[in-house]
C-alpha cells in the first residue's frame, strides 16, 4: 500500500464518528404517522437518492452524495430492496444499520436516528429514518432482491417480473406493503413530491439488462425514470454505473477513494457479505475497482436540459420531467436484451 494512499485513507477515516449511537434497524415505529421535510430544507437544497441495495449509493454515487452531506443538503435516499439475498432479517435488518452507520460518517455526526412509518403516495408504509440534527433521511421499502428469477422464499418474486409485467405485484419481506407496477412509481413520485429535490440521482436506466450490472440496479434506475416523468418541478435527473464501470479507466483521486472506502468501511461492519478492512478490500479486484471510480452515464435526452439555478455540482441545467423526446419515454423494459459481452464481470447475487 503506497504511502499516499495509506496518507489519504487516514485522513479520511479522521472525519467519521464513533459509530456507538442508539440506533438499529430494529426500532421501526410501530404506526404510520406522516414525515415532513424539517423547515429548512427547500428544492434548491434537496436531493435524493434512489437505490436497489443499502451499499449502491456508496459504492456507485460517490463523492457526489458525501458532496451533498458535506454541503448540508438536505439529503433522502429510498433503497428498493431489503438487499436480503434470500436470507433471514437478521442479514437484511444489518444492511439497514450499515446504511446508517454510513451517513453518520458522511455526516461527522453520533450514529443517532429518528425512525417512523412514512405513508406513502400508494397507501403504504415505509420505514423512514432521520439522522438527529441533520436533513439526511433514508427510507426502505424492503422489497425481495434476487432479480431477474426470485428467490423461493419470496415466492420467486422480483422487480424484474414486475417492470416486466409477468406478476402484478410483489410483496416486502416483512410483509408490510405490496406494490404493483404503478404505485411503486406513484409511491417514488410522490417520494419526489414530498420531499422536493432538484437533483435525483439513481442508477443506470439508460443501458439494457445483461450488460454485467445487477438486473435490480437497472430496475430501481428504470422505475426512478418514469417516476421523474410525473414530477413537475423542476430538477435534474443523474444516473450512475453500476458493476459495468470495472472496465472502464480509474477516474478518481487517492483522497477520494480513501473518503469512499472509509465511509464503506463503516457499512461493512453490518454486512459480513463484503470486504471488512482497508486491505481487504484493496486486494479484492470488484471492490477496489469501485473505490477507485464513479461514473455518471450520459442522459440519452440532451434536448430536455432547461436553464435553472445551479444545482449542487455548480452546473446550471436542470431536467424538466415535462419535456422528454417521444423517443425517450417508451418503457425501458420493452428494450431487446443486450448480448453479454465476452468480458462480462461476474456481479454478486445481492
Same mark, same amino acid.
Not at 460518517?105 to 403516495?121: F, R, Y
Not at 477520494?256 to 486491505?279: G, P
Not at 461514473?295 to 449542487?312: C, G, I, K, L, W
Given at each position: 500500500?503506497?504511502?499516499?494512499?495509506?496518507?489519504?485513507?487516514?485522513?479520511?477515516?479522521?472525519?467519521?464518528?464513533?459509530?456507538?449511537?442508539?440506533?438499529?434497524?430494529?426500532?421501526?415505529?410501530?404506526?404510520?404517522?406522516?414525515?415532513?421535510?424539517?423547515?429548512?430544507?427547500?428544492?434548491?437544497?434537496?436531493?435524493?437518492?434512489?437505490?436497489?441495495?443499502?451499499?449502491?449509493?456508496?459504492?456507485?454515487?460517490?463523492?457526489?452524495?458525501?458532496?451533498?452531506?458535506?454541503?448540508?443538503?438536505? %439529503?433522502?435516499?429510498?433503497?428498493?430492496?431489503?438487499?436480503?439475498?434470500?436470507?433471514?432479517?437478521?442479514?437484511?435488518?444489518?444492511?439497514?444499520?450499515?446504511?446508517?452507520?454510513?451517513?453518520?460518517?458522511?455526516?461527522?455526526?453520533?450514529?443517532?436516528?429518528?425512525?417512523?412509518?412514512?405513508?406513502?403516495?400508494?397507501?403504504?408504509?415505509?420505514?423512514?429514518?432521520?439522522?438527529?440534527?441533520?436533513?439526511?433521511?433514508?427510507?426502505?421499502?424492503? %422489497?425481495?432482491?434476487?432479480?431477474?428469477?426470485?428467490?423461493?422464499?419470496?415466492?420467486?418474486?422480483?422487480?424484474?417480473? *414486475?417492470?416486466?409485467?409477468?406478476?402484478?405485484?410483489?410483496?416486502?419481506?416483512?410483509?408490510?406493503?405490496?406494490?404493483?407496477?404503478?404505485?411503486?412509481?406513484?409511491?417514488?413520485?410522490?417520494?419526489?413530491?414530498?420531499?422536493?429535490?432538484?437533483?435525483?440521482?439513481?442508477?443506470?436506466?439508460?443501458?439494457?439488462?445483461?450488460?454485467?450490472?445487477?438486473?435490480?440496479?437497472?430496475?430501481?434506475?428504470?422505475?426512478?425514470?418514469?417516476?421523474?416523468?410525473?414530477?413537475?418541478?423542476?430538477?435534474?435527473?443523474?444516473?450512475?454505473?453500476?458493476?459495468?464501470?470495472?472496465?472502464?479507466?480509474?477516474?478518481?483521486?487517492?483522497?477520494?477513494?480513501?473518503?469512499?472506502?472509509?465511509?464503506? %468501511?463503516?457499512?461493512?461492519?453490518?454486512?459480513?457479505?463484503?470486504?471488512?478492512?482497508?486491505?481487504?478490500?484493496?486486494?479484492?479486484?470488484?471492490?477496489?475497482?469501485?473505490?477507485?471510480?464513479?461514473?455518471?452515464?450520459?442522459?440519452?435526452?440532451?434536448?430536455?436540459?432547461?436553464?435553472?439555478?445551479?444545482?449542487?455540482?455548480?452546473?446550471?441545467?436542470?431536467?424538466?420531467?415535462?419535456? *422528454?423526446?417521444?423517443?425517450?419515454?417508451?418503457?425501458?423494459?420493452?428494450?431487446?436484451?443486450?448480448?453479454?459481452?465476452?468480458?462480462? %464481470?461476474?456481479?454478486?447475487?445481492?
Amino acid at each position: 500500500m503506497g504511502a499516499n494512499w495509506i496518507k489519504a485513507l487516514l485522513c479520511a477515516a479522521a472525519v467519521g464518528p464513533a459509530l456507538t449511537g442508539c440506533a438499529t434497524a430494529d426500532d421501526a415505529a410501530d404506526r404510520a404517522i406522516p414525515v415532513a421535510s424539517p423547515v429548512f430544507c427547500t428544492s434548491a437544497n434537496s436531493s435524493m437518492n434512489v437505490v436497489a441495495h443499502e451499499d449502491d449509493d456508496i459504492l456507485f454515487m460517490n463523492p457526489p452524495t458525501d458532496t451533498d452531506v458535506a454541503a448540508g443538503r438536505c %439529503l433522502t435516499t429510498v433503497y428498493l430492496t431489503a438487499g436480503d439475498d434470500g436470507q433471514s432479517a437478521s442479514y437484511w435488518r444489518g444492511r439497514e444499520d450499515g446504511a446508517m452507520a454510513a451517513y453518520a460518517t458522511m455526516a461527522g455526526s453520533p450514529n443517532s436516528w429518528a425512525t417512523a412509518k412514512l405513508q406513502t403516495a400508494s397507501g403504504q408504509a415505509a420505514v423512514a429514518r432521520t439522522l438527529n440534527g441533520t436533513g439526511i433521511r433514508l427510507i426502505f421499502l424492503r %422489497l425481495p432482491t434476487g432479480s431477474p428469477s426470485g428467490r423461493a422464499n419470496h415466492h420467486y418474486e422480483c422487480l424484474s417480473k *414486475l417492470h416486466a409485467g409477468t406478476i402484478r405485484r410483489v410483496h416486502s419481506v416483512d410483509g408490510s406493503a405490496e406494490y404493483t407496477n404503478a404505485s411503486l412509481r406513484a409511491t417514488l413520485t410522490g417520494f419526489m413530491a414530498r420531499f422536493h429535490p432538484s437533483v435525483i440521482r439513481t442508477l443506470d436506466y439508460t443501458d439494457r439488462y445483461g450488460d454485467g450490472d445487477h438486473a435490480d440496479h437497472h430496475n430501481a434506475a428504470y422505475y426512478t425514470e418514469e417516476a421523474q416523468r410525473d414530477y413537475t418541478a423542476p430538477h435534474r435527473l443523474q444516473g450512475f454505473r453500476g458493476y459495468s464501470m470495472t472496465l472502464l479507466p480509474a477516474n478518481q483521486s487517492d483522497s477520494a477513494a480513501a473518503r469512499k472506502l472509509a465511509i464503506f %468501511l463503516a457499512y461493512a461492519a453490518h454486512d459480513s457479505h463484503v470486504c471488512q478492512t482497508a486491505d481487504a478490500c484493496r486486494h479484492a479486484r470488484r471492490y477496489w475497482s469501485w473505490m477507485s471510480r464513479t461514473y455518471e452515464v450520459p442522459a440519452p435526452f440532451a434536448s430536455t436540459v432547461a436553464a435553472a439555478q445551479p444545482a449542487v455540482d455548480g452546473r446550471a441545467s436542470r431536467v424538466s420531467a415535462r419535456r *422528454l423526446r417521444p423517443e425517450a419515454t417508451s418503457r425501458l423494459s420493452t428494450r431487446p436484451q443486450a448480448p453479454v459481452a465476452a468480458h462480462r %464481470l461476474d456481479p454478486p447475487s445481492w
